[in-house]
């Protein structure tokens, strides 16, 4: 187990230093290396700060975080993986949720030895593995997050392009513009939709994800079954890429511990964790099947564009819909990203529009326009991102943190088990789902 001592060893010195130093004079030696032993929060002792979220506001925030993109892009990684595709997610969806769990006790180890430490997942990193563990989990945070924005992004872009083309029957206005155009509104959400607001941002990310998850059924039933239907030839290659699209609609745990960190009771987490993977298979499961069963190899890898443009009401209300949700949960994606880079220069907290974080900000929607206007296709982001960075943050990273941090109990041998089983589940996931995805988009631009 570590020791404070440890973590002022010179080969560690990073800017988490400082703020673990901060709280040595909240450190009690006797409870060192036993995440059980430790007071409940809030004890007169400890006098831990803590946020205002609920177990169900954590869990909202969890299903606004990658839900969207997930509804749009899972009936397609569905169809190109046959029905084993059922098999798959769900052993995504118990494994994450485990990960889920044990990034949870991670964060409450770090943070009731260390009361008043910020940055969370970074944080666990440093007092894991020092130095090479917080720079690990940034990076994979930070691509990971900026990778999920760009997908966002790219999802309103290309429902703004149909509003317009359905609306006013022209494509003067192209997908490409409508990128810059979805990244500036973007940019005044991210400016703006911090916060307090934040909360709001989340509740309305997850309600409009069910909202529309509803008209996408519908709309698939009226526009009927695929006159010609055969069921998609399912390869090697394409079932890894479906595997890489799973791992993104069920990842996002790049920011668990910041949304754990703003709850009233954070021990509470874990029940945030199931309630929002309950969610999503109940989004994920039904939208799937249907278009499965009605489009099979025609299945779009948006599936909002195989909903018959005659539909034009029903289409309306879905692309504004669908829109909306994806900006809210790239604001959700982003603000730890900023918030983070913030830290770093500097910035106010308390200062809404302070020309560094304003800076931060915009450099930050910039580079997302930027990845989106070179890889125009969400579909090869969710692909890309899941099988390394996220599958990275979700599945192996906080087995191997767990090791360090886990007590050394009577369930010591389980954990070590499946910590050692995620970590090769994301290993192998990691190795086939990036060569199919770097192999398919290769494959894209050369022809």
Known sequence: MFSFKDLQAKELESPLRTRLSQCEEHHDPDMEGSYESIPLIGSENWKVDTGSLGMVGAALFIVGEMTGSGILGVPCA?????????????????????????????????RDQYPHCSNPYPSIGYTSYGRKGEIAVQVCATVTLIGGCCAYVLIAAQSLARFIYLEFHTDVIGYRTCVVIMGLVFLIVLIFGAGRESMLVAVCATLLSVLFTILIIVGIVQTGKTPDFQPYPVTAKSWFLSFGKFLFAFGGHS???????????????PGSVLL????KLVLYVPIGLVGVTFFGSALDA?????????????????????????????????NPVADMVEGIVGAPINSLLH?????VRLCFVVLSVAICEAIPRFDLIMSLIGGTTINAAVF?????????????DKWWNLKITFDSLSILFGLGAGVVCTYASVAHIVDEYSS
Request: net charge positive.
């Open 78 to 110: 569905l169809a190109h993986s046959g029905y084993s595709g059922f098999g798959m997610m769900l052993l995504c969806v118990v494994v994450a949720s485990y990960t889920g769990l044990t990034l949870s006790r991670n964060w409450m180890h770090v």
């Open 255 to 269: 920011a668990f511990p910041n949304f754990q960190k703003e709850m009233k009771n954070p021990r509470n987490f």
């Open 276 to 279: 929002a993977y309950l969610i």
């Open 302 to 334: 948006n599936i909002l564009n195989n909903i018959d443009n005659s539909l034009k009401i029903l289409n309306v209300c879905i692309l504004l819909l669908v829109a909306i949700q994806a900006i809210m949960s790239a604001t959700i994606l982003g």
């Open 355 to 359: 020309w560094k974080r304003l800076t």
């Open 396 to 408: 192996i990273l906080p087995s191997i943190f767990h090791f360090k941090l886990a007590k050394k």
